[in-house]
């Protein structure tokens, strides 16, 4: 039987690995082109091949490297093995992150293709969850093959838990604390991301932008953003303005003191005014009523509710309606008072300093 051929230097391992990146890099491309353009199967197929090709190739390199040192420098138990087997975990968990950030790119797209049924916020919100999933993935396989290359045993894991309990104990509480919180939103999901909401007691409002498992991420209406511990939503009372599901609009203006007899009028005109307008919700209270007499008018207040619950449209709603007001006063020859000082000079303040 012929003698098998070996290279010097056991080169035929950093040739392997060359050869396995080569062939991963064709077979991932060649399998993702396969599906549809835009598809969710074909963007990650593709996104890993850099990754995988890149942790064949450097896992080949680590392990050729690991058996050619001196054993007196590092002495590896398995001739080098257990530094390929922790490359190869390192590559892993650089694929899934990958896919995270790919994930993070185009979920909107993506979460439409696999969950069309559902609404847009909860398709937000499993695409989040799936997010946060693989980050945990990449950090347990990260974790586990550094515990395998060390030669960590359960004896270790057991000692550094009661070191853990006793570091929770001494000062953790916090990082314990906003972390139970986050996976409190995530369970309860009093919000969700692209969501606009207030904190009253923090004098804090923003649309969500992340919610990560000891912060969430604000962005306040004038693009500042803001880091907010999770432990704030679970002690504190939180407004979820996107859940509202008709917008009120609460217009106050006022009548001239002569125009006291015009007021019952022109609240009958805007009431039709409201009764027939097709952006208001008319299962909600669409009121126009005499208020009481102020200081320099009579005062008067329309309410109402848009039909929907988009801020942008309340504010298009209340414009028109604004505009209506001083068309309907105008018309019933009424007029809108504004505040006037009169000053009265006393007869001899040209002789005053």
Known sequence: ?????????????????????????????????????????????????LSVAATCLIAGLGWWLAMLLDPVVINFQRDGQEVRELLVA?????????????????????STEVLPRLSEQDRHFLFDVLQKIISIAAWVVVAFAFMNFLGLSAAVLI???GFGAAAVGFGAQGIVSNSLSGLSLYINRPFIIDDFIEIPAQNLMGT?????????????PDRQPVYVPNTIFTSSPVINTAAIDNRRIWIEFGLS????????????????????????????????????????????RLICHANSSSILDAWAVQQNLLLTIG??????????PFPTRTLIQARDAADRP
């Open 1 to 49: 039987m012929p003698n098998s051929i070996t290279l010097p230097l056991q080169l035929q391992i950093p040739l392997g690995g060359l050869i396995l990146a080569s062939l991963s890099w064709l077979i991932l491309e060649a399998v993702g082109r396969r599906f549809r353009p835009g598809s969710m199967l074909r963007g990650l197929l593709l996104t890993s091949r």
């Open 90 to 110: 390192l590559g892993l968990s650089w694929t899934l992150l990958r896919w995270r950030q790919h994930v993070r790119h185009k979920k909107d797209i993506y």
């Open 159 to 161: 000692t550094a838990g």
């Open 208 to 220: 969500v932008e992340n919610i990560s498992w000891f912060y969430t991420k604000l962005r306040t």
């Open 257 to 300: 003191y002569e125009d006291r007899a015009r007021i019952p009028a022109i609240v009958n005109q805007l009431q039709t005014v409201l009764s027939e307008h097709s952006l208001l919700d008319h299962t909600k209270t669409t009121v126009v009523h005499f208020t009481g007499y102020g200081e320099s008018s009579l005062d008067l």
């Open 327 to 336: 068309d309907v006063v105008e018309r019933h020859g009424a007029s809108m």
